[in-house]
């Protein structure tokens, strides 16, 4: 991953935990250029725990996203309000984990390493709030569901490898 993070600048890693249908992929647009000022999304990919991107944000404001599904030219779009988030001042790596359509929640900042790039999440319920402690900078574990649907043995392609196979 090797972004390094200059002063003053924000190192943002996301996760959203949320399930897409075959062929859709999720993108998050917002109102920095970082964030394609609302007008051009930026792919996020698809892991084992969740839709995970990475950014470099100038710290010290505030910023407005959304995520979308997208499936070939569509966007779907959150319901409700704009996302906002206060970024600290004085740059650093943190991490935030995002449920779709919990616009109206407050997400928390957590601190990461800045050696590491892989984040813990799988401790986090997805109808309580992250505090800092339940969050470990760890090695990602692998889901029990990762090979299987309805009990049969199955092989996932990563959303990226589909997405290109949709415009052919």
Known sequence: MGMSTRHGK????ILLKH?????EHVAILGSTKELGSWKKSVPMNWKENGWVCELELRGDKSIEYE???????????EGADNRVLK?????GSFGIVCLWNATGETVDLFPLDSEKNEVEFDDMNENESTDIDSVSVLEVQ?????GQWQGRSVSFMQSNE????ETE
């Not at 399930?19 to 062929?23: M, T």
């Not at 692998?142 to 990762?146: C, G, H, L, N, R």
């Not at 589909?162 to 196979?165: F, K, L, M, T």
């Open 10 to 13: 924000v190192k943002l890693s």
């Open 19 to 23: 399930q897409v249908e075959f062929g």
């Open 67 to 77: 995520f979308v599904i997208v499936k070939k030219d569509k966007m779907k779009w």
């Open 87 to 91: 970024l600290p001042k004085g740059g």
């Open 142 to 146: 692998t889901s029990p569901f990762v």
């Open 162 to 165: 589909h997405r290109n196979q």
